[in-house]
Nanobody, 116 residues
């Protein structure tokens, strides 16, 4: 499975940004799709996940601000980010796997920078 992210970029604090991640195939390895992020000098952090049956999971730090969704027909997962703060600045990566918390395919990542 190949995952290709798009979106990202530079946005001012308080702004919004959307990310997309397209999977190359439908398989058990794309049952759950998720977003992670990693800021410079910090460990990778879980952001949000969604299963093919639309069960979702969010990190506490993004609840109420970020929304994850997916289009099963397009094998694509989306991350809508609102009320962004400089603390959201990171490289965001898409991941997929057979269940929530079980990810073994990863995308290359896309940079999100939030200016104050």
């Amino acid at each position: 499975v190949q995952l290709v992210e798009s979106g990202g970029g530079l946005v001012q604090a308080g702004g919004s940004l959307s990310l997309s991640c397209a999977a190359s195939e439908v398989s058990s390895g794309t049952y759950a799709m998720a977003w992670f992020r990693q800021a410079p000098g910090k460990e990778r952090q879980f952001v949000a996940a969604v299963t093919r049956s639309f069960t979702t999971d969010y990190a506490d730090s993004v609840k109420g601000r970020f929304t994850i969704s997916r289009d099963n027909a397009k094998n694509t997962v989306y991350l809508q980010m609102t009320s962004l703060t400089p603390e959201d600045t990171a490289a965001y990566s898409c991941a997929s796997g057979s269940g929530l918390g079980s990810y073994y395919y990863w995308g290359q990542g896309t940079q999100v920078t939030v200016s104050s």
